[in-house]
């Protein structure tokens, strides 16, 4: 977008998460108005305000800016008459111009207030995706979670965020994780410090967020007797209403952490696919106990 006038309106809130059409308003009919929430003009608005005399069209437009709105945005490259941008700038409204057509411009704004004004929540924690699948490493300080997260960048898969990660739902059907902007696609690791995980690996170790599809809880060794075994029962943290699977790993002397994540993200894609690998060994087994009986 290209910001016409002046800044006049930048101090003004967005308060709801979508945008309005004001052909009604334009008009002169305010009831329901929704004034709270972007303002676009399309073709049609403008070409109704085109056919007004210049009095009734100052008139009009003066009407709309007296409410307060937050801002104002022109589609498809149209130009406002001097008159009503100056009129807006000094209402303290801020203008902006859009080259994109107004039902594309409607889709994306809606979609970008929606991620903007979705519920979120931060987590100590690092976040990665393997193989398509966005994984949340939690544990106890000590249990090695950067250490895990930098053996899966060194295998190939990507960095999306270290120690604190930014969830976010999205319209309560999938959460989305990203991470601070101050310390994005940095990692810190005890004895190295800070490091720059693109400068070292490449852009490709990094992505600036992921879909959240598994939880991976790290388990130190004096908790090893809590950890499901066989996994048949399957798991799940709720996160922002939420529920998201959930795998514990214990912690070992000798064990290769960064390989047991990366399969247990490709047993949480096989799952995806509709084949539960414990599942599946169960009902084996029971069947080949009643061949026995």
Same mark, same amino acid.
């Given at each position: ?14 308060? %709801? ?6 052909? &009604?308003? !334009?008009?002169? /009919? ?12 399309? /073709?049609?608005? /403008?070409?109704?305000? %085109?056919? =007004? ?10 009407? *709309?800016?007296?409410?307060? !709105? ?16 100056? /009129?807006?700038? %000094? ?11 107004? *039902?594309?411009? @409607? ?5 970008? &207030? ?35 997260? =930098? ?12 120690? &604190? ?26 004895? !190295? ?6 400068? =070292? ?16 809880? =790290? ?42 994540? %990366? ?21 084996? @087994? ?8």
């Amino acid at each position: 977008m290209k910001l016409l006038g002046t800044e006049a309106g930048f101090a003004r809130l967005i308060s %709801e998460p979508t945008v309005n059409r004001p052909g &009604l308003a !334009l008009a002169g /009919f305010y009831t329901y108005f929704a004034k709270k929430r972007i303002q676009v003009i399309g /073709f049609q608005e /403008f070409s109704f305000l %085109e056919s =007004l005399s210049s009095t009734e069209q100052k008139q009009r437009f003066e009407e *709309l800016c007296d409410h307060e !709105l937050p801002c104002l945005i022109v589609c498809r490259g149209l130009e406002l008459p001097r008159s009503l941008l100056k /009129f807006a700038n %000094e209402a303290g409204l801020s203008v902006f111009q859009t080259s994109m057509s107004t *039902l594309k411009f @409607l889709n994306a704004a809606t979609i970008a &207030l929606e991620f903007d004004f979705a519920p979120s929540v931060s987590d100590h924690a690092s976040m990665v995706d393997v193989r398509g699948i966005g994984i949340l490493i939690r544990g106890r300080s000590g249990t090695g979670k950067s250490e895990t997260v =930098l053996g899966l960048i060194d295998r190939g898969h990507s960095l999306v965020a270290d120690d &604190l990660v930014h969830l976010k739902s999205i319209e309560g059907r999938e959460i989305v994780g990203s991470a601070p902007e101050h310390g994005r696609f940095h990692m810190e690791v005890r004895g !190295l410090g800070i490091i720059n995980v693109a400068a =070292l690996y490449g852009i490709g170790a990094i992505l600036p967020e992921k879909r959240l599809d598994l939880v991976v809880q =790290l388990v130190s060794a004096k908790d090893i007797n809590e950890v499901e075994r066989v996994g048949v029962e399957p798991k799940f943290s709720t996160i922002l209403d939420i529920p998201v699977p959930l795998v514990e790993l214990p912690v070992l002397p000798g064990r290769d952490m960064a390989q047991l994540v %990366e399969v247990a993200a490709l047993d949480q894609k096989l799952k995806s696919l509709g084949h539960n690998s414990a599942a599946e060994f169960t009902k084996n @087994l029971l069947n080949i106990m009643k061949k026995n009986q």
